[in-house]
């Protein structure tokens, strides 16, 4: 049962990113994109892991494209090829090699990934418990990582501020 | 059974789409869109890999990846608006105004 679901959730997450890089209108690859995230938060629930799910729906699905989308409408983005910008299309050599290296680098990825062997991840239900909890992703991340959390919140400053004076008409 | 192979290979799947996407679109727009593919990918793994120590600390830099998504959209997306403002166009081409 698991694995069907885990396959089905995979060829939408797969299909729907092809869909992304496969067409020509920004605003579909946005629209594209939301179903792959959508997905993603379901593999996520399957592997215990509903805090990642929840915040991929909150804050990717949720803030981040809807970030995208605002600017894909605010700046009326044109299909590609009516872009008057756009002075060639993408040589093929660019093309082939590009394929080719993605290519290599799936191989490549498969064969790094793969070295651990073959274990379920479900592996008992003791530490389905421990991994889903919030209360443990809470205490850790207030802790252990209390740093890093404090960097990220300057992080968040530093693009504001940048993101402002980028988009400000006279600087 | 789900087996920690099926999502890593899933990931690299994912992580070799994106790049495909940087490749072959002329769309800053969708540039950006190929480049939150990969990042998500990476969540993935980072998520199973995880799991399967039974730890939540794939989960904690997870959290941190969408942060760091989160200021990489908001910054890269005010240099699209920055430059479409000055081009009319979406095209990378146009950036080679970045050359002073």
Not at chain 1, 89 to 116: D, F, H, I, M, N
Not at chain 2, 42 to 55: E, H, K, P
Request: hydrophobic content about 60%; aromatic content about 10%; overall charge negative.
């Amino acid at each position: 049962m698991d694995i069907w679901l885990f396959y089905l959730f995979a060829l939408v997450i797969v299909g729907a990113s092809l869909g992304v890089i496969g067409q020509r209108s920004p605003m579909h690859s946005v629209l594209f994109l939301i179903l792959s995230f959508g997905a993603l938060a379901a593999l996520y629930v399957q592997l215990d892991s509903p805090f990642a799910a929840v915040a991929q729906i909150i804050i990717y699905a949720g803030a981040i494209m809807v970030l995208f989308l605002f600017v894909v409408m605010l700046l009326n983005a044109s299909h590609e090829d009516d872009d008057p910008g756009a002075r060639a299309p993408v040589p093929v050599g660019v093309k082939v090699s590009g394929c080719l290296l993605a290519l290599l680098l799936l191989v490549e990825l498969t064969w790094a990934l793969t070295r651990v062997g073959r274990p379920a991840v479900e592996k008992d239900a003791a530490s389905a418990d421990s991994v889903s909890s919030v209360h443990e992703i809470g205490r850790v991340l207030f802790t252990d990582y209390a740093f890093a959390f404090e960097v990220t919140s300057v992080l968040i400053l530093v693009a504001m501020i940048g993101a402002v004076v980028l988009a400000k008409r006279k600087v | 059974m789900v087996t920690l192979d099926h999502y890593l290979i899933l990931s690299a799947l994912l992580f070799a789409i994106g790049t495909v996407g940087v490749f072959l679109r002329r769309n800053i727009i969708t540039l950006l869109l190929s480049v939150e593919i990969m990042l998500n990918a990476v969540n993935l793994t980072f998520v199973a890999v995880g799991r399967y120590l039974g730890s939540v600390d794939g989960q904690i830099i997870v959290f941190f990846v969408m942060t760091v998504a989160a200021a990489e959209a908001a910054v890269g997306l005010a240099l699209v608006i920055a430059i479409f403002r000055h081009g009319e166009t979406l095209s990378p081409d146009a950036f080679t105004s970045l050359k002073w």
